[in-house]
């Protein structure tokens, strides 16, 4: 995918996240766009468009919406690191992978995040954090499906994904 | 060195984060002050999210009006209802506006000051609100260039919500009481001699402790601001939800359920006090 494609994606995404979806919550719950998108350009795309992106909109999500700056940037940055890697070993094409590249992505992001947040002595129970993880999953999912269905499938096709199947045609 | 140049990807990644780490640690030492390409990033950001907030709030409010008829249609009564109750008091008071022009001659016969004449305010539209459950920060349309500080005191409709933790040109970023770690203290609109001092429990809640351990506070009760620190008197914070004895620290605590609820606050006043802004307009 086109780097200026990718930022539309991510800008779209932010104001999304903080506007219109709000509107929207299920049981106070909403999607984060940004992890999504972060992960979902990680795992699906060869390249570093999610581990830029995410950090950038990560510090534009920490500067609008947080106390502290970086916490955002940081676990969205290893976190696009760590999918770059997973990709490797992983089919992309299997919705069953993105399942579960979006279970580590949003397990990890929020259990980092809390323990940022312990560490700079803000005061957030665990448990209060662990509620919402079930609804989270399951929106995240959904958002990566949705994403996956309609623009993802079109990324770049490698010789080891599953069912890569060869741009050139031989003539017999 | 060699090993650096032959894990490149690895050495990028190790100073981003490092520089990274560092920013956290800068943001939490100077807490709320941004720099200044925080604050024009900022500005851009509002400028884009207003016209997405808009179109986000009416397509919500169609959409619930279409499938919330008939709640609407019980709301409509109860404020029928509410009317004509009103309008039935405001006769009922139109009785003591004699009574009232007279205190009003007696104030200005002894020079009396009246502390509300020092604030003023500002109306502001919320445009956008953090995602996350992490915190209940929101950016409000109102900034420097209409009077708003840092600091100043944000309410709605409902009671109190919170402060302004940042402010830019055209926006200000608002901390909610429940995010806060600083103390606040109240006291028992029933009985105002009760206070007592409260903070965000990090669970979306508010829990505070009264100063006096037999404090005959009860449940239901209603607590308002007790005008001590940054907030004015009287501004309603919630309701004691439940009271408990802490043994250890000898301490009558409260859990208190916030009079707004923050996951629907579109619009807010900021209230500034007059002081605050002539010592910054002279600094």
């Known amino acids: 995918m086109k780097n200026r494609s990718a930022f539309i994606f991510f800008l779209v995404g932010f104001l999304l996240q903080s506007t219109l979806v709000q509107s929207f919550s299920i049981m106070g719950v909403t999607p984060n766009f940004l992890l999504c998108l972060t992960i979902l350009f990680a795992f699906l795309y060869q390249g570093n468009q999610g581990i830029i992106f995410g950090l950038i909109f990560g510090l534009l999500q920490d500067i609008a919406f947080s106390v502290l700056i970086g916490p955002a940037a940081i676990l969205y940055f290893l976190i696009a690191l760590l999918m770059s890697e997973i990709r490797h070993y992983l089919y992309r094409d299997s919705i069953l992978n993105l399942f579960f590249a979006s279970c580590i992505g949003t397990g990890l992001y929020y259990l980092a995040y809390w323990l940022i947040l312990m560490v700079f002595k803000e005061n957030y129970s665990f448990l209060y954090m662990l509620k919402d993880i079930p609804i989270l999953l399951g929106l995240h999912f959904i958002v990566m499906v949705i994403f996956y269905l309609t623009v993802g499938k079109r990324s770049i096709r490698h010789p080891q994904d599953r069912y890569y199947k060869s741009p050139v045609k031989f003539r017999l | 060195m060699k090993w650096f140049r032959e894990h490149t990807r690895a050495t990028i990644a190790g100073v981003i984060l490092l520089l990274l780490l560092s920013l956290t640690v800068a943001s939490y030492v100077n807490q709320g002050s941004n720099s200044w390409i925080g604050i024009q990033l900022e500005r851009v950001s509002a400028f884009l999210q207003e016209p997405v907030s808009d179109a986000g709030n009416g397509v919500s409010t169609t959409i619930k009006g279409i499938f919330q008829l008939r709640q609407l249609l019980a709301e409509r009564e109860a404020l029928l209802e509410e009317n004509a109750r009103l309008r039935n008091e405001l006769i009922e008071q139109a009785l003591s506006r004699a009574d009232l022009a007279e205190l009003r001659s007696l104030t200005e016969a002894m020079n009396y000051i009246d502390p509300t004449e020092d604030y003023s305010y500002v109306t502001a539209k919320v445009i956008a609100m953090d995602g996350s459950s992490w915190?209940?920060?929101?950016?409000?349309?109102?900034?420097?260039?209409?009077?708003?500080?840092?600091?100043?005191?944000?309410?709605?409709?409902?009671?109190?919500?919170?402060?302004?933790?940042?402010?830019?040109?055209?926006?200000?970023?608002?901390?909610?009481?429940?995010?806060?770690?600083?103390?606040?203290?109240?006291?028992?609109?029933?009985?105002?001699?009760?206070?007592?001092?409260?903070?965000?429990?990090?669970?979306?809640?508010?829990?505070?402790?009264?100063?006096?351990?037999?404090?005959?506070?009860?449940?239901?009760?209603?607590?308002?601001?007790?005008?001590?620190?940054?907030?004015?008197?009287?501004?309603?914070?919630?309701?004691?939800?439940?009271?408990?004895?802490?043994?250890?620290?000898?301490?009558?605590?409260?859990?208190?359920?916030?009079?707004?609820?923050?996951?629907?606050?579109?619009?807010?006043?900021?209230?500034?006090?007059?002081?605050?802004?002539?010592?910054?307009?002279?600094?």
């Open chain 2, 135 to 283: 915190y209940r920060i929101f950016t409000i349309n109102a900034g420097t260039e209409n009077g708003v500080r840092k600091n100043a005191v944000v309410i709605n409709g409902d009671g109190l919500v919170g402060r302004i933790l940042d402010v830019g040109p055209n926006w200000a970023k608002v901390i909610t009481v429940i995010d806060e770690n600083n103390d606040v203290s109240f006291q028992v609109f029933r009985e105002l001699s009760l206070l007592g001092i409260l903070s965000g429990d990090g669970e979306g809640k508010i829990a505070g402790y009264m100063l006096d351990e037999d404090a005959a506070v009860i449940e239901g009760d209603i607590l308002v601001t007790s005008g001590m620190e940054i907030y004015p008197q009287g501004i309603p914070i919630g309701k004691v939800s439940r009271i408990t004895w802490d043994k250890d620290a000898l301490l009558r605590t409260v859990e208190i359920e916030p009079a707004v609820d923050f996951t629907k606050v579109q619009k807010v006043t900021v209230i500034m006090t007059v002081a605050a802004d002539t010592e910054q307009a002279e600094q």
